[in-house]
């Protein structure tokens, strides 16, 4: 099971975002190879997903500097999504959607 993350830098709305995420199992880089990263944005952990401020997906192996070998992926929010983010805090979640298997979620 994913641990917990958080977030602590601002985001500021009509930026892009970009941030290196490594996935790693006993401190090791594992391979990501085919997996998608699904990102969910809320006000509420307890508000459902239908109602989320922002939701978004990155397929390992897409963003030039992914290395999915080495478990590296760049996950990208665009300055057309946080443009439509109104200002105020919110918490997050990360999926790691491996093929065959059922999603893994990491929150912050």
Known sequence: MASPGFFQKPIYRGDTLTRKITITAGGSPIDITGWKLWVTLKKNF???DSSAVLQFGALA???PGDNPSAGEIWLQIP???T???EPGKYVYDVQLVVPGS???VGVG
């Open 79 to 81: 300055a057309a999504m």
């Open 102 to 104: 059922p999603p893994e």
């Open 61 to 63: 192996g897409d963003n």
């Open 46 to 48: 307890d508000d459902p």
């Open 83 to 85: 443009t439509e983010i």
